[in-house]
T-cell receptor
Framework: DAGVIQSPRHEVTEMGQEVTLRCKPI?????LFWYRQTMMRGLELLIY????????DSGMPEDRFSAKMPNASFSTLKIQPSEPRDSAVYFC?????????????FGSGTQLSVL | AQSVTQLDSQVPVFEEAPVELRCNYS??????LFWYVQYPNQGLQLLLK??????LVKGINGFEAEFNKSQTSFHLRKPSVHISDTAEYFC?????????????FGKGTLLTVNP
C-alpha cells in the first residue's frame, strides 16, 4: 500500500489567496483526520471524518477553513482567504475503525507558507 | 479534556547510551496512551500504545514505555540508542470512551543521537 498521500508537499501563496490541500487515505480505512502542526501550538486536530461524514469539526479555526470528503478515497482542506497565521504543516491521517487504538497512519504533510 | 506535557523539548544523547523521554498527562477519565515518532520530513508513525493490561508496553525499534497511573506518566525508554533513532517523539492521549478518536498530542521531544 502506498500509504496516505498528500499533495502538494509544499505550498507558497500570498495572503488572500485560496489554498486547497488534498489527501488520499489508505484504501479500506474509514476514518480520516486533518491535523495542523505549528511550533507554538503543536499538533491540533482540525476535523475528523468517519465513513465520509464529518463527525467533529470543532478544531477548525474559523469559517475560512472548510473540509470535504466526497468519497472514501479523497478529502480536501480549503482555506479561503488565506492569512500568514495559517502557515503550518498540515497532516492528513487515516485509520481503520476510528482512532480508538491510536493506529493512525499519517501522510508526509503539506508545508504551507502564506506570505 | 485531556492534556499532555512532555517535559523536555530536546534530549541529546550519545550513541549506545540509554534514554528516557518523559510524558505526563492529565485527564478526568480513563485514557489510552501512545507514543509516535516523526522522522525528518515525514508524517508520524505509531511507536507503541497502552490500552489496558500490562503497564509495560513494548514497541517497535526496541522502545518500551511504562504506564504509571498514580503518577499520571507514560515515559518512553530505550536501553541503547542508535544514530537512526534521531527524530521527534510525541506522546499522545485519548479518552477510552466515546470520543476516543480525539488524540491530544504533546509538543514533542527532539531526540538527537550523537556519535
Amino acid at each position: 500500500d502506498a500509504g496516505v498521500i498528500q499533495s502538494p508537499r509544499h505550498e507558497v501563496t500570498e495572503m488572500g489567496q485560496e489554498v486547497t490541500l488534498r489527501c488520499k487515505p489508505i484504501s479500506g480505512h474509514n476514518s480520516l483526520f486533518w491535523y495542523r502542526q505549528t511550533m507554538m501550538r503543536g499538533l491540533e486536530l482540525l476535523i475528523y471524518f468517519n465513513n465520509n461524514v464529518p463527525i467533529d469539526d470543532s478544531g477548525m479555526p474559523e469559517d475560512r477553513f472548510s473540509a470535504k470528503m466526497p468519497n472514501a478515497s479523497f478529502s480536501t482542506l480549503k482555506i479561503q482567504p488565506s492569512e500568514p497565521r495559517d502557515s503550518a504543516v498540515y497532516f492528513c491521517a487515516s485509520s481503520l475503525y476510528g482512532a480508538g487504538e491510536g493506529k493512525l497512519f499519517f501522510g508526509s504533510g503539506t508545508q504551507l507558507s502564506v506570505l | 479534556a485531556q492534556s499532555v506535557t512532555q517535559l523536555d523539548s530536546q534530549v541529546p544523547v550519545f550513541e549506545e547510551a540509554p534514554v528516557e523521554l518523559r510524558c505526563n498527562y492529565s485527564s478526568s477519565v480513563s485514557v489510552y496512551l501512545f507514543w509516535y515518532v516523526q522522522y525528518p520530513n515525514q508524517g508520524l508513525q505509531l511507536l507503541l500504545k497502552y490500552l489496558s493490561g500490562s503497564t509495560l508496553v513494548k514497541g517497535i525499534n526496541g522502545f518500551e514505555a511504562e504506564f504509571n497511573k498514580s503518577q499520571t506518566s507514560f515515559h518512553l525508554r530505550k536501553p541503547s540508542v542508535h544514530i537512526s533513532d534521531t527524530a521527534e517523539y510525541f506522546c499522545a492521549v485519548s479518552d477510552s470512551g466515546g470520543s476516543n478518536y480525539k488524540l491530544t498530542f504533546g509538543k514533542g521531544t527532539l531526540l538527537t543521537v550523537n556519535p
